[in-house]
């Protein structure tokens, strides 16, 4: 049992926070509305997780970098984290992509 996925998700969550201070992108710019979509997103993509494993489709891998810890049956607690880290940082790519092109237009 190993904690070293979830601490590199960790990093990279941290790091999204970073970008997104450093440069008002999504939390920074509107709290309230990004707390909407993230949540909005991640229970999105948690409830896709589950129909795939109530499918059969999806399954936990087994690794040593793991935790260990399940917050259902084949869903390790990694992948709230990690899911918490794909929305944001499509967010923080889909603000700044819409500061650069707006940045750019005639």
């Known amino acids: 049992?190993?904690?070293?996925?979830?601490?590199?998700?960790?990093?990279?969550?941290?790091?999204?926070?970073?970008?997104?201070?450093?440069?008002?992108?999504?939390f920074f710019r509107s709290p309230r509305?990004?707390?909407v979509v993230l949540a909005v997103g991640v229970a999105f993509f948690l409830v896709w997780d589950?129909?795939?494993i109530g499918l059969g489709v999806f399954f936990r891998g087994q690794t040593d970098y793991m935790t260990g810890l399940l917050l259902a049956?084949?869903?390790?607690?990694e992948e709230l984290v990690f899911l918490t880290f794909l929305s944001y940082l499509t967010m923080n790519l889909y603000t700044g992509a819409?500061?650069?092109?707006?940045d750019r237009a005639p």
């Open 33 to 35: 509305h990004a707390a």
């Open 1 to 26: 049992m190993s904690a070293v996925y979830l601490l590199a998700l960790g990093v990279s969550l941290a790091g999204m926070v970073i970008l997104d201070h450093r440069f008002g992108l999504f």
């Open 50 to 52: 589950l129909a795939g």
């Open 98 to 102: 819409l500061r650069l092109l707006g």
């Open 73 to 77: 049956p084949e869903l390790p607690v």
